[in-house]
């Protein structure tokens, strides 16, 4: 067991890796005097190889986190209601045979490049790459094998855990040899999670978690309930293959315009019978920004969201449909979820006009997303 005493955020430990800045306009709960982080660890099973997956409890007064040596995958979050009841607000598996089989991500980090790729192509100074197309004409999340399917090597923090790969040279067909480090620190209420890494070649990279949350918890029906803000002026508009189009649309007086609280039921199924799935431009000052406020009113629970990435893709679970028993035998039909993925802009390599996309030798790719959980 590890233990870190101490009313310091995660944004100013030097362990977390985390950029220095403000704390953003969202109301956070104040920090107590006195917290306390425990990190704890068990092997949750073994892949077919033999190699076995750990699960890391991180646990503090609010919140317990779990995430696996697998994939980095948030296996499950819990934080209390208005009443100090906890629920775990994340979708996933009982076992690790369910995230072995095929799953959509469900709590993983995912890279080398997340969200799609148009065609599965790239070109970097002259010369075009080809990766595997896994949806539709597109590549998504990395490729066959993205970095959800990746046993990372762990280090225990004192209050959290991080984790490090190496992506090949050519793997999913993506150039360089490219060194990974995400870190989960927990501190108090906050969930910090950086991203950090390096490479021997030009590459494109855009590393996110792909968390499905539900604050009513998880094996509710749906996320009607659920009031949504996001602090964008624009978002990205898409062709039929969900590849943006390349413009940068205004939010105003469109149902993409979440700039006030809106409560999903109002948009969904209503207004947009199948969901959102599209990316919302944020700040793309690289500091501590702002991105997005779910609240849920039955239960008091109340995420904020801030980050140094450019964008944030809001996708409502579109494609869920029921088939994938999850924890505690709960079903998982169609918008039983959401997902706040922070990153760039998808596509983004092929798009001039978007946020530069690519990494180079010498250069360190470092972004961080803060999670903090509260009850009104």
């Known amino acids: ?97 369910g995230y072995i089989n095929k799953h959509p991500y469900f709590g993983a980090v995912v890279g080398r490049v997340a969200n799609r790729i148009a065609k599965g192509k790239f070109s970097i100074d002259g010369k075009e790459y080809q990766l595997p197309i896994n949806n539709g004409p597109n590549s998504i999340h990395g490729g066959l094998k993205g970095f959800d399917k990746v046993l990372w090597t762990p280090e225990v923090l004192s209050n959290g855990v991080r984790f490090s790969m ?23 209420a906050i969930l910090a999670i950086n991203y950090k890494a390096q490479t021997t070649k030009t590459t494109p990279i855009n590393l996110t978690n792909h968390s499905y949350f539900n604050l009513a918890g998880n094996g509710f029906p749906n996320i009607y309930d659920h009031e949504v803000s996001i602090e964008a002026k624009n978002y990205l508009p898409v062709d039929m293959t969900s590849i943006p189009t390349g413009e940068i649309a205004s939010v105003e007086n469109t149902r993409f315009d979440f700039k006030k609280p809106v409560v999903l039921g109002n948009r969904i ?15 793309c000052s690289k500091q501590r920004s702002p991105c997005a406020r779910v609240y849920h009113q039955p239960s008091g629970r109340l995420l904020q969201i801030e980050t140094t990435q450019p964008g944030v893709q809001f996708y409502t679970a579109n494609f869920l449909d029921g088939s994938l028993k999850g924890k505690g035998g709960a079903m998982y039909p169609k918008h ?11 596509d983004a390599v092929n798009k001039m006009n978007f946020p530069d996309a690519l990494l180079r030798p010498g250069e360190e790719y470092d972004h961080t997303t803060w999670f903090t959980f509260s009850v009104l």
Request: charged letters at 20%; aromatic letters at 8%.
């Open 1 to 97: 067991l590890y233990c870190i005493w101490g009313g310091g955020s995660a944004i100013n430990n030097p362990e977390s890796g985390s950029p220095q800045g403000g704390r953003g306009t969202h109301s956070a709960p104040p920090p107590p005097a006195c917290t306390m982080t425990e990190v704890s660890s068990d092997v949750f099973g073994k892949l077919p190889d033999g190699r076995p997956v750990e699960r890391f409890t991180l646990r503090s007064r609010w919140v317990t986190l779990r995430v696996l040596s697998l994939g980095g995958i948030v296996s499950s979050l819990e934080s209390g209601d208005r009443h100090g009841n906890m629920a775990d607000m994340v979708l996933g598996f009982d076992n690790l045979q």
């Open 166 to 188: 190496t992506s090949a040279d050519g793997e999913e067909g993506y150039p360089g040899e490219l060194k990974v480090w995400v870190t989960y620190i927990l501190d108090g």
């Open 269 to 283: 199924p209503n207004e947009l019978a199948g969901g959102f799935d599209h990316n919302f431009c944020l700040n």
């Open 336 to 346: 039983s979820a959401f997902c706040l993925e922070t990153q760039n802009w998808p």
